[in-house]
């Protein structure tokens, strides 16, 4: 079946601009995960869902930063007033619920700020 | 605090020589350990988990991780390298009351033919 999939692939934005960044996990995966990783780093985590309640936002970098998931499938990753230090590749990733269970990650969004 | 490390930055070895790619963790309670692979312009990839039981780990692509609770390791292994398993591979250790994912800072494998 098909896997995680996120858009846009790339988006380059003027500083200040919202951006919105879309994930849409693998079907009837119960649990999804933003992380943001920097060049030459590993992937930081962000914030995390099961269905659409939001369990876990304490990667979250500051209050510009928020995450969605209304209805436990599709979820929307906002960025307000964005800065270049945002700049990043945005990572999703969707599981089964449970602590043994791998999570599989989408190709990524590369955000630039300008 | 918990913390994933991965001591080599970049790791060569000639292609059908055995390969090891290093990586040590920190954390408080049974670990949850994970190997991911990134190639170009991809995804991470998942190649394999420790969760409960036996030490040795079997993944994808004939990849095999050893958990070492005394070391605190769990070094990714493969007998005999390909050219194509150059890429970047990313260890991650997940707690046992969280969901959430720690990674390490990433080693480059290149395989020469």
């Known amino acids: 079946g098909a896997g995680v999939s996120q858009s846009p692939r790339y988006k380059v934005t003027k500083r200040g601009q919202d951006v919105a960044l879309r994930c849409d996990p693998i079907?009837?995966?119960?649990?999804l995960y933003w992380y943001r990783q920097a060049l030459g780093q590993g992937p930081e985590f962000l914030t995390y869902?099961?269905?659409?309640?939001?369990?876990?936002k304490s990667g979250l970098p500051n209050d510009r930063f928020s995450a969605e998931r209304p209805e436990g499938s599709i979820s929307t990753l906002t960025i307000q007033r964005t800065e270049q230090r945002d700049s990043a590749m945005y990572r999703c990733?969707?599981?089964?619920?449970?602590?043994?269970?791998?999570?599989?990650f989408g190709p990524g969004t590369r955000l630039t700020v300008t | 605090a918990q913390s994933v490390a991965q001591p080599e930055d970049q790791v060569n070895v000639a292609e059908g020589n055995p390969l090891t790619v290093k990586c040590t963790y920190s954390?408080?309670?049974?670990?949850?350990l994970f190997w991911y692979v990134q190639y170009p312009n991809r995804g991470l990839q998942f190649l394999l988990k420790?969760?409960?039981?036996?030490?040795l780990v079997k993944g994808s692509y004939g990849f095999e991780a050893e958990f070492n609770k005394s070391q605190t390791s769990f070094h990714l292994k493969k007998p005999s390298a390909l050219v194509s398993d150059s890429a970047l591979y990313f260890c991650?250790?997940?707690?046992?009351?969280?969901?959430?994912?720690?990674f390490g800072t990433g080693t480059r494998l290149q395989v020469f033919p």
């Open positions: 420790y969760i409960t039981g036996d030490n």
């Open positions: 954390v408080s309670g049974n670990p949850y």
């Open positions: 990733a969707s599981s089964s619920t449970g602590f043994s269970y791998e999570q599989y």
């Open positions: 079907s009837g995966h119960v649990s």
């Open positions: 991650a250790v997940r707690l046992y009351n969280t969901d959430k994912l720690i």
């Open positions: 869902f099961n269905y659409e309640a939001q369990q876990d």
